[in-house]
Structure formats: structure tokens, C-alpha cells
């Protein structure tokens, strides 16, 4: 792919799943990559993974709900890779204890809104607030941050977390239309159901029959379709694309 060898990126969320493969992806096409997470067991996994292949990647451990945390992120990235070309913003909080309680608004808990808000939305923008002047210092460069279909659907449910995804996608365009003069792009991709280890876990085999019969391409999610997406956002072939939303969710909602 164009314009990805020897490229230093960032990966906010890398341990498992979606930011895992967009890891080992980047990697397979010569970029060096840093992998934060809260999981830094996961994150130190990939690493080895990629270093197996002949890769060049760094784990860190940081908390996207603590902005002195973010900041060591960014640091530790700079140190390593010696600067920054681009930026995958992927993790967020889909815990039980924080996910699992995201419940209708009658019931909201003020705490779960904060964390959620805190991890998934504000953490996504002070990635970007720290790591910009890297990426302007480099003449340019690339953002891709990870919505969801949440933010559109309405479901009775996870309402916190729906906010969040919005907010995203507001943050994104808002990236895009104020730094693109400085050459920096900025785009969202929004999963469908993606059978990441998180996703196997906590949808059952009823609720995955319910999403395939409305996917025209009769199959559920890969990480590896929203890696070989973000791969591409990421790369000179995606120089003219900026404050976009791309759902990659195999047709899901066009089936009559």
C-alpha cells in the first residue's frame, strides 16, 4: 500500500481485537508502531507477534481516561519512534462494569456517563491534542478514530456509550476542517458486529443470528476487515479523504 513503509504510528487501543490486527497489519507493510492499552499483558503480545514477523513495535501501558497517562503515551511514542505520522484511536471502555450498566436514562448513573464520556470521548481527543504537534512537525499526517452505529440506531440501551461514538464523530470533523491546511486528515471507521474476543464474549448466538439476517454479505465482522480499512485511511492511497464516517459492517441495515 502507498505512502505506509517506514511510516510511525500510534496505536490507542492495540492489545486485542480491531487494534491488535491494525497492529500486525501496519507492521506487515513496514510501519513501526506503538500499541498503548490499559491491557499491557495484550499489548506486549502483539508486540512479540510483530517482532516475530521481522516488525518493528513498542508496547506501552496507559489509560485513556487519564490525561497524565495520554501525555506518557505520547512521550514514550516520540522517544521511540522519533516522531509521529499517524494516529489510530481504538480502544474504549466496553467493560461490564462500565458498558454493563450504561442503562436507559431514568436509570442513568452519573459515574458510568463520566467514565464513559471520559474514556471513550474526551481520552480519543487528548490522543489527538497531544499528538497533533508531532504529526504537523512532520509535515502531515494522519488520524483515524473508531465510532460506532450506536450513535444513530437508538437502541434501548448503552445510551452513554451511543453519546460518546457521536462526540467522535463530531471530533473527527471538527480535526478535519481546522487542521487540514497543516496537511493532517482525519476519519472515522464505524464497526459492525466484529467477532473480536470482546465481541465472542458478550454476544450470544441468538443476537449474532439477529444482526447476520439483516448483513447482506452473510457473514458477521472480522478484525481484520476494520484493520485492512484503518490500513488504508492511514496510507498516502487516502491523501484526499478527511471528515469522513465509513461503516464497515457488511451491508448490515440494506437487506429488505
Known sequence: MRGLKDKRILIAGGATGIGAATAKRLASEGVAVVI?????????????????????????????ADETSIRSLIDFTIEKLGGLDGIANIGADVSDATAGNDIEVLEMQLPIWEKTLNTNLIGYALVIKYGLPHLK???G????NTTSAAFHIGEKVRPAYAASKAGVNTLTRHIASTYGKDDVRCNCVSPGAVLTETGLSKLSEDFQAQILAGT?????GKPEDLANTIAFLLSDEA????????????GAGYRE
Open 216 to 220: 447482506p454479505l452473510n457473514r458477521l
Open 239 to 250: 491523501e484526499w479523504i478527511t471528515g469522513q464516517v465509513w461503516s464497515i459492517n457488511g
Open 141 to 144: 499526517g494522519y488520524i483515524v
Open 36 to 64: 498503548g492499552d490499559i491491557n499491557i499483558e495484550g499489548a506486549e503480545s502483539v508486540v512479540r507477534s510483530i517482532e516475530d514477523n521481522g516488525g518493528k513495535a513498542y508496547a506501552f501501558k496507559f489509560d485513556l
Open 137 to 139: 512537525n512532520a509535515g
